[in-house]
Structures are given as structure tokens and as C-alpha cells.
């Protein structure tokens, strides 16, 4: 008993240098030096391609049962919105860092332009939607996609993911602090979560090793 205790800190001590210096590596990120093979202008033609009828640069809002709970303009659900590119090279960075096929979910994927792309930087990506309507776009693009509301659907799907993708899928604290909790729960020890247009809830959880890309408006949480 007293051997197997050991061996779990000694587990533990290693994982946390590791992590240690996995973190060091991500607050290098420079992403100028980050080369993407698809160009800015490739990944919004793309977009409006995919939903021309979804989306313009303010955002196109249809009613939600969460009412101010999510994206929301007169208190209504932004049904889609468009990542930045620059995400794509904080995923490649951490692709690089780890040197290794990483398996990545985006929760709330909307038309799935995240998944697609990332699979380009090597990635193996699923994604979670609640709009059923998204099908035919993520049928089109040949992606994983389960369907339904993040906080109320089982997230054990989650338990073998390395990197967690949001865009701030949820406007309001509360509802944010419980999807982030729920995440926690269902990831293992060193899920990276790339959290873009974050909530401030997220600044005070001492769960996560936090890092910055100020040039983006992302945070980078790794479950401690």
C-alpha cells in the first residue's frame, strides 16, 4: 500500500514538472512565428461560404431558452460567429509543443469551421452543436459532431480529449462558471482548454494554470 502511494506522488511530482514546463513553452507563442497552411483570407471565404445565410460581422441572433445566458444581442442567442485565425496558431503551437496527434472538441461549433481547419494542422477533432440545423453544413465538411445543450448532455465524450476549444459559448458568469466545472470534471489531469472571448469568471479559478494571448483575446487554461 505504502509502494503504491509512492509511486502515485512520484506519478504526480513528474506530471506537474512536466506540465511546468509545458507551460513555459506555451507563453512563448509568437505567432508570427506560427506558419498555418491556409491563409487568413482562405478561412473567411470559407466561412461565408458555409453560412451565407447564418452570419455577417454583427452576429445573426435567433431566440434562446437562456434568453441572456449566452451570446446575446436584446437578449437573444447569436446562432453563429467566427473564430479568429489567429486561434488556428495557438492550436498549431500547442500541436508543436507537444509533438504529437492531439484529439480536440470544440464545444458550440456552430457551422464546424474550427474542426475542419484544425484537422489541416493535424488534429483528430469531433465537436458539440446544440443547433440540429448545422447538420447538412457538418455532413458537407465530413465532421464528428454530437448534438445537443453542453450543460444538460452527458461530457464523459470528453474524458480522452487533450485540447478543449470554446468561443465563449455562454455570456452570462453563473451559466459559465458551471459549463467550465463541468468540463473540469469530465477531462483528464492535463486538458488543455483554448478559451476565446472568455468570461471573467474563469480569471478566479485556481483549477487551471492560466496564460494570455493579449493579440486575441484567448486564454489558455491547463487543468492543474
Not at 31 to 53: C, G, M, Q, R, V
Not at 186 to 209: A, G, H, L, R
Request: glycine share 4%.
Amino acid at each position: 500500500m505504502k509502494i503504491m502511494k509512492n509511486i502515485k506522488f512520484f506519478k504526480k511530482y513528474f506530471e506537474s514538472i512536466v506540465n511546468l514546463d509545458f507551460v513555459e513553452k506555451l507563453k512563448k507563442f509568437n505567432e508570427k512565428e506560427i506558419l498555418l497552411p491556409f491563409s487568413e483570407n482562405y478561412y473567411t471565404k470559407l466561412f461565408h461560404k458555409l453560412a451565407p445565410d447564418l452570419f455577417d460581422e454583427s452576429g445573426y441572433f435567433i431566440q434562446s431558452e437562456y434568453e441572456d445566458g449566452f451570446l446575446y444581442k436584446n437578449g437573444k442567442y447569436c446562432r453563429e460567429v467566427k473564430s479568429p485565425y489567429e486561434c488556428f496558431k495557438v492550436l498549431s503551437h500547442i500541436q508543436i509543443i507537444k509533438n504529437k496527434k492531439l484529439k480536440l472538441c470544440d464545444i458550440g461549433c456552430g457551422i464546424g469551421s474550427i474542426l475542419y481547419l484544425s484537422k489541416k494542422i493535424g488534429y483528430e477533432s469531433f465537436g458539440i452543436e446544440l443547433n440540429k440545423k448545422m447538420k447538412p453544413i457538418h455532413k458537407y465538411l465530413n465532421i464528428d459532431v454530437a448534438y445537443g445543450d453542453c450543460l444538460k448532455i452527458d461530457l464523459s465524450i470528453l474524458n480522452d480529449v487533450d485540447v478543449v476549444y470554446l468561443y465563449r459559448p455562454i455570456y452570462d458568469d453563473a451559466l459559465a462558471s458551471k459549463l467550465i466545472e463541468k468540463i473540469y470534471s469530465n477531462t483528464k489531469d492535463d486538458v488543455i482548454i483554448v478559451y476565446t472571448m472568455p468570461d471573467d469568471i474563469i480569471y478566479e479559478d485556481d483549477k487551471f494554470d492560466r496564460i494570455f494571448i493579449s493579440t486575441s483575446d484567448i486564454v489558455i487554461l491547463i487543468k492543474k
